[in-house]
């Protein structure tokens, strides 16, 4: 579904990005971890086609990005530090004018069921600009899913959740990864990417220095060979 080969990245003369190679099968659930300045919110954004690389080649669905950025936009959805939210606008308004935006049919009852999933139907008709960051952080994930994107990728959607919140997102990323769904999760939280992903990177210095299946290893190990690379506290 994702294929990056040599990706790098360079603003000014500082190389962020230092040669990505990564392959995500479709259906696949691979979550990043690494240092703050390790470069995974840059990678994201390239795999999200909200930037470009300075070199290297991106496919998607095996289609060149450089050739069919809009058309495979609509095949991914996007959680980041940006919400992507209208503050003043209702949480519906907002839901539906992102469902009209990608032609969603029926966009009523999608908007009205992602609501309930995302725990916000209450406040369906209030003012984003009056949500606190863990409402709006659930309004971005039902926002990120409203055309049902065969690729999901997030840059730490933990942030900001409270108990109740984390279990609503674990529950639809669950949900999602059943419906064979490809995803990629940035998160400093190794519980919570270790559980949910089949594949796990570490990214530091803008390359990828360690891979593994989640599965396949013990969490106390993979935060002893994550601090190995880092060289510091977590």
């Not at 095996?62 to 949480?91: C, M, P, W």
């Amino acid at each position: 579904m994702i294929v990056a080969e040599g990706l790098t990245k360079k603003i000014g003369t500082k190389e962020i990005l230092k040669g990505i190679d990564l392959e995500i099968h479709d259906g696949e659930f691979v979550t990043c971890f690494g240092p703050n300045g390790a470069g995974k919110s840059t990678t994201l954004n390239i795999l999200a086609l909200l930037s470009k690389p300075s070199g290297g080649n991106l496919w998607i669905d095996g289609q060149d990005t450089k050739e069919n950025t809009e058309s495979l936009r609509s095949k991914i959805g996007v959680i980041s530090h940006n919400s992507f939210l209208y503050n003043n606008l209702t949480a519906q308004d907002n839901l539906e004018f992102y469902a009209r935006m990608y032609q969603v049919s029926h966009p009523k009852a999608r908007v009205s069921d992602l609501l309930e999933r995302v725990g916000l139907t209450y406040a369906a008709n209030e003012l984003v600009g009056a949500f606190s960051r863990g409402m709006q952080q659930r309004l971005s994930i039902a926002r990120s899913l409203i055309h049902k994107p065969s690729i999901l990728l997030l840059d730490e959607p933990y942030t900001g959740l409270d108990e109740r919140a984390k279990h609503i997102l674990n529950t639809l990323l669950a949900q999602i990864s059943q419906n064979k769904r490809t995803i990629f999760l940035i998160t400093h939280d190794f519980e919570q990417g270790l559980a949910q992903s089949n594949k796990s990177l570490i990214l530091v210095g803008g390359r990828i220095v360690y891979r593994c299946n989640s599965k396949d290893i013990d969490r106390v190990d993979f935060r002893k060979t994550y601090l190995e690379y880092v060289g510091g506290a977590a």
